[in-house]
């Protein structure tokens, strides 16, 4: 139980396009999703919070223009890199917190790497 | 500020020996989570054992217990018998209750030597 997700698991991109990941709970629904981002040997940093029906929270430093997050329903969340440039290249993971949890754990998908060309 | 420390930045083990991965925390709250998560080469985040802070017995899960100091703020990992395919980075991570938001230490990476 408790299997999260993500499309696709890598990406690479012409600089100024945008991509979108896909992230999905498989077996519970999932009112609260994470995105995160990592950079080689280093650890998660927090991206944003992502509850569904309502808008994301972003961490300081992070531009909610471009990294556009959409939660429509209880399995799926969406991160759409906008305008996409060299510097974006990286690993993005997700996370999922479920619904009937009480112990707050969160259940990590196996992440996407980007890399913009 | 909440924060996470671990202050061993690589490890190495014999097979089939046990190994203690340190991390420590700081917060004023009362009501927590803690989390130990395996990040294989894969770089898939696996959950390997959490301790509910209000719990005086420290959480195992097969090869795996936690030594959960709660005055000292301390949360070791011990891995017994350790196998091949433990060889990972491990990250330690705290939560208060109710802000489902974690805190990463910056992880250990160990290696099992056969």
């Known amino acids: 139980g408790a299997v999260v997700s993500q499309h696709p698991s890598r990406v690479i991109c012409k600089s100024g396009t945008s991509v979108k990941i896909e992230c999905r709970s498989l077996?519970?629904?999932?009112?609260?999703m994470f995105w995160y981002r990592q950079f080689p040997k280093q650890s998660l940093m927090l991206m944003a919070t992502?509850?569904?029906?309502?808008?994301?929270?972003?961490e300081q430093g992070v531009e909610k223009d471009k990294f556009l997050i959409n939660h429509a329903s209880l399995t799926l969340s969406t991160l759409t890199v906008t305008s996409a440039h060299p510097e974006d290249s990286s690993f993005y993971i997700c996370?999922?917190?479920?619904?009937?949890?009480?112990?707050?754990?969160?259940?990590f998908g196996p992440g996407t790497r980007l890399t913009v060309l | 500020a909440q924060t996470v420390t671990q202050s061993q930045p690589e490890m190495s083990v014999q097979e089939a020996e046990t190994v203690t991965l340190s991390c420590t925390y700081d917060?004023?709250?009362?009501?927590?989570?803690l989390f130990w998560y395996k990040q294989p080469p894969s770089r898939q985040m696996i959950l390997v054992i959490r301790?509910?802070?209000?719990?005086?017995q420290n959480a195992t899960e097969n090869r795996f217990s936690v030594n959960f100091q709660k005055a000292a703020k301390s949360f070791s990992l011990k891995i017994s018998d350790s196998q091949l395919g433990d060889t990972a980075m491990y990250f330690c991570?705290?939560?208060?209750?109710?802000?489902?938001?974690?805190?990463f230490g910056t992880g250990t990476r160990l290696k099992v030597l056969a």
């Open positions: 301790q509910e802070a209000y719990k005086q």
């Open positions: 996370s999922a917190r479920s619904q009937q949890d009480s112990t707050d754990t969160q259940y």
């Open positions: 077996d519970f629904q999932a009112t609260t």
């Open positions: 991570a705290f939560t208060t209750s109710g802000t489902y938001k974690y805190i």
């Open positions: 917060t004023s709250e009362n009501n927590y989570y």
């Open positions: 992502s509850n569904e029906g309502s808008k994301a929270t972003y």
